[in-house]
């Protein structure tokens, strides 16, 4: 038997402890930025974690815009402010007033922007797995984006995932062309602090949803009986484990 | 000041580390699956990993379908079977052999499948950062797949996302209402072994591309001059970390 290109690694316990406290502690930062500069080698290892994601029909679909420019950074928060007002407008009215105090994002404050995005024709018409879901590549960029956040939080760096803007405004200042898609545009920096929980939780707009509420069993809708409880009881037993996991040793 | 909501836990250079090594271990997983069962703690933790994953607007709009039941796995698998021939078809004739030799799912193999979904109404009509870019849901619920999949190969899981199929009919099978989308639907199980690399980079379908040949800066297409070198000669530099991350101490 060929060994050699398999890998018998082992993940030991404190790989997986460390794995769960950065899933766990990760948060999106928007107000807590330093202006530091990021050195070099964090922001080759972050995109590296990005780079290894998984993506359909290993098309590696991603490309990365690094944006330190001021200028740049001035006219993508001019759109930002501009979709922010026309998004205060669309919530009920008592819920106006909180939206518009809550800061969405860190374009200026942070030293570094990255604008992650997905090329639908890098490899050709027919990929590999995308064959009845044309979604799966901008998927693939998603799973980019989500390794990347939990690198950059491993690093002590936090990362703020801007969705409050016209598209193609942005694309159109950064010349991305047509049959590339915009999906994340990420503002990153140290940070003063990181929350204990999502801002949105602690400023009461929506509360933490229980895990066992979001679990069915082979089909939709359909909750545990008999032989699935012992799942459920294990769920609400574990309703802790997330802050067990960031509790220092 | 108040404390109490601040999350102060550094991440050390030892969690890094299992960061890294789960992220660059990580595998799309086919064709090794045991079929061993797997624990009820093992498979609640996984879940709270996929459920702290960032939400637009704190919507959480996952649920999770655990399938083990084994007359629904066959049901999907044959929704499966008739994708794969519709697929094969597509490809130009010359990779078409290469196409049908690949195994590409772990339905029935693996233990445990789990389709997880996006409910796109779950928090009412306008979410918070939602109000421009309406696939910011189905993003979040990627993020929570992400999630759930370095969880479980730090647990030692393999993980596999089946996406050639008729996204319709396993729907169907499942009774997932219209308004929900099917985001991803996974086979896990333990392994018999892991791939030192991804099985399409090592079947020779694609290769990995350089990471520098996918940064920009500032804008599109525009590579890094004088003050950007620096940044690309450091990911150069840095060509083995993810080799190394994963390499026993």
Same mark, same amino acid.
């Given at each position: 038997m060929n060994l050699s290109h398999q890998n018998h690694h082992l993940i030991s316990e404190i790989d997986r402890k460390g794995l769960y406290k950065v899933i766990f502690s990760r948060r999106d930062v928007r107000?807590?930025?330093?202006?530091d500069p990021i050195p070099d080698h964090v922001i080759s290892r972050i995109l590296y974690a990005a780079h290894h994601a998984p993506s359909v029909g290993f098309m590696q679909p991603w490309n990365f815009i690094i944006i330190r420019s001021k200028s740049v950074r001035k006219q993508i928060h001019d759109v930002f402010k501009q979709a922010n007002q026309e998004a205060s407008e669309m919530f009920p009215k008592q819920k106006r007033k909180m939206y518009s105090s809550l800061? *969405?994002?860190g374009i200026l404050e942070s030293p570094l922007n990255i604008c992650l995005t997905c090329d639908r024709e890098k490899t050709g018409p027919v990929v590999i797995g995308r064959t009845h879901i044309k979604e799966m590549d901008t998927y693939s960029s998603v799973c980019a984006i989500q390794n990347l956040w939990l690198a950059a939080r491993a690093e002590g760096l936090g990362v703020g995932w801007v969705s409050v803007f016209n598209e193609k405004k942005v694309k159109e200042i950064l010349e991305?062309?047509?049959? +590339? +898609? *915009?999906i994340g545009y990420l503002c990153i920096g140290r940070v003063t602090h990181f929350y204990q929980k999502p801002e949105l939780e602690t400023a009461g707009w929506l509360p933490r949803l229980p895990l066992e509420e979001l679990i069915y069993f082979d089909k939709w809708d359909k909750n545990g009986q008999n032989e699935n409880s012992s799942l459920l009881n294990q769920v609400r037993k574990d309703l802790h484990f997330p802050e067990y996991s960031i509790q220092e040793d």
């Open positions: 107000g807590q930025f330093r202006p800061k *969405l994002e991305i062309p047509d049959h +590339v +898609v *915009l």
